[in-house]
Nanobody
Framework: QVQLVESGGGLVQAGGSLRLSCAAS????????WGWFRQAPGKEREFVAA????????YYADSVKGRFTISRDNAKNTVYLQMNSLKREDTAVYYC????WGVGSSRLDSYENWGQGTQVTVSS
């Protein structure tokens, strides 16, 4: 099992950028597929981005494509979500998730391990 801790959230103006980090402990990150999800108040948790176990393939929700980038640093055992051109509708709690056997998925139930979440608030 892997333990995940997100950080990097905060308050930012529309059009600004944030980089979220997901520090993993317990297992080496390159043996997992990774996902970022978000949950806005009153809404269900939704897919944002995913990274395959090999690190060679990425997937994005249409709403963030071209603005967000998922990546990982094997040496730091950390997964990132770079968020640019932020919009008010990006406001949510962001969660990272790890899938030991997957290839990268938009499905919540594909992931066995979840972090506690980090709040991102985008103001106009």
């Amino acid at each position: 099992q892997v333990q995940l801790v997100e950080s990097g959230g905060g308050l930012v103006q529309a059009g600004g950028s944030l980089r979220l980090s997901c520090a993993a402990s317990g297992r080496i990150i390159r043996t997992y597929a990774w996902g970022w999800f978000r949950q806005a108040p009153g809404k269900e948790r939704e897919f944002v981005a995913a990274l395959s176990r090999t690190g060679s393939t990425t997937y994005y929700a249409d709403s963030v494509k071209g603005r967000f980038t998922i990546s990982r640093d094997n040496a730091k055992n950390t997964v990132y979500l770079q968020m640019n051109s932020l919009k008010r509708e990006d406001t949510a709690v962001y969660y990272c998730a790890a899938d030991r056997w997957g290839v990268g998925s938009s499905r919540l139930d594909s992931y066995e391990n979840w972090g506690q979440g980090t709040q991102v608030t985008v103001s106009s």
